[in-house]
């Protein structure tokens, strides 16, 4: 049997989708079942593997030589590079399908944000905190402004408070780690449209408020009581976002 075919068997049948076969062919990558060096199966091969276009096949061998997981050599085809980087943790925002999978990323959150919230009290700067007043404020400003998008507003203001949160720890790593969740705010997959004006409102509010008792711990310098304040903000929400789960299923 040759390289390619071996390689060929490694391969499982994908969705007729680019991302499918793109993940496919990660996966044979990641687990060494396609090693450094070792050739991919024609276009042609792939097409009649998985059953994808080849169209499908081009554009996904395109976005894994992107990310630097093949080389092509003209003539040759495409082969696994001899060094291949190292796997970013990221969250896809479209695979985020259930209420369920929004639940598994508050409770990330939550045991990042706690903690990042108690070291913004303890280490935080005069800059620091003015950024997170002037981020609070905007967001008061935003739910309070007449003719909001239902949908949106105070959104991009929520997401800006509690990154100004994790700037003033002065570890670099926490804002970086909370970009992966800037597509997943809570808001973002909760049905705030939905709500009442009354409802809508109420909501908007109580979460300025959180963020109010979060901002008074931290610019007293109170490690713990912005640690407490931080975890009921962000239970609140996994808590709203439980109760719809219950919905979901008991209708």
């Known amino acids: 049997m040759s390289g390619d075919s071996a390689a060929f068997g490694a391969i499982r049948k994908a969705p007729n989708l680019t991302a499918g076969l793109v993940e496919t062919l990660e996966a044979q990558i990641a687990s060494g079942d396609l090693g450094p060096g070792q050739r991919l ?4 091969a792939i097409v ?4 994808v276009s080849r169209t499908v096949v081009r ?7 992107a990310r630097g997981l093949i080389t092509t050599r003209q003539g040759l085809g495409a082969f696994v590079a001899e060094t291949v980087p190292a796997r970013s943790f990221a969250i896809d925002a479209e695979k985020l399908q259930s209420i369920g999978d929004v639940l598994q990323v508050l409770e990330l959150r939550l045991s990042i944000e706690v903690e990042a919230a108690a070291l913004a009290a303890e280490r935080r700067d005069p800059e620091q905190l003015a950024r997170i007043e002037a981020a609070q404020a905007a967001f008061l400003a935003a739910i309070s ?8 507003v ?5 997401l800006a408070v509690h990154r100004a949160i994790l700037a003033a720890t002065g570890n670099a790593y926490f804002a970086r780690v909370f970009d992966v969740f800037n597509v997943v705010i809570p808001r973002q997959r909760i049905p705030v449209a939905a709500l009442s004006q009354g409802e809508r ?3 908007l509010r109580r979460v300025g408020q959180e963020h109010e008792a979060i901002l008074a711990a931290i610019r007293a310098g109170d490690a713990a009581a912005a640690r ?3 975890r009921v903000h962000l239970t609140r929400a996994r808590d709203r976002y439980a109760a719809l789960q219950s919905e979901a299923t008991a209708g």
Request: hydrophobic share 30%; net charge negative.
């Open 145 to 152: 402004a007449p003719g909001a998008d239902a949908e949106t």
């Open 41 to 44: 199966p024609t276009e042609q």
């Open 201 to 203: 409102e109420r909501h």
């Open 154 to 158: 105070g959104l991009g203001e929520d």
């Open 48 to 51: 009649t593997a998985t059953g």
């Open 228 to 230: 407490r304040a931080m």
């Open 59 to 65: 554009e996904a061998l395109a976005s894994l030589r």
